[in-house]
């Protein structure tokens, strides 16, 4: 019984040092495009005239666009 409890604490631990890494490693805006589609990542880049954009992975979509 003692190790449930352990093993519900340990995630919670976890949970916010991941949050915070990522809020200092990245600004609002890069939050922002995390969350949007490949897709509409891609349109947003066609938009402001990136090349290259269909060979681009979504991390690649979000630094071109953060440029």
Avoid: C, F, Q, W
């Amino acid at each position: 019984m003692k190790a449930a409890p352990a093993k519900k604490a340990a995630p919670k631990a976890e949970a916010p040092k991941a949050k915070a890494e990522k809020a200092k490693a990245a600004p609002k805006e890069a939050i922002d495009l995390s969350k949007k589609t490949v897709a509409e990542l891609k349109e947003m880049a066609k938009a402001k005239g990136i090349t290259g954009i269909s060979s681009m992975k979504k991390a690649d979509l979000i630094e071109a666009l953060n440029k």
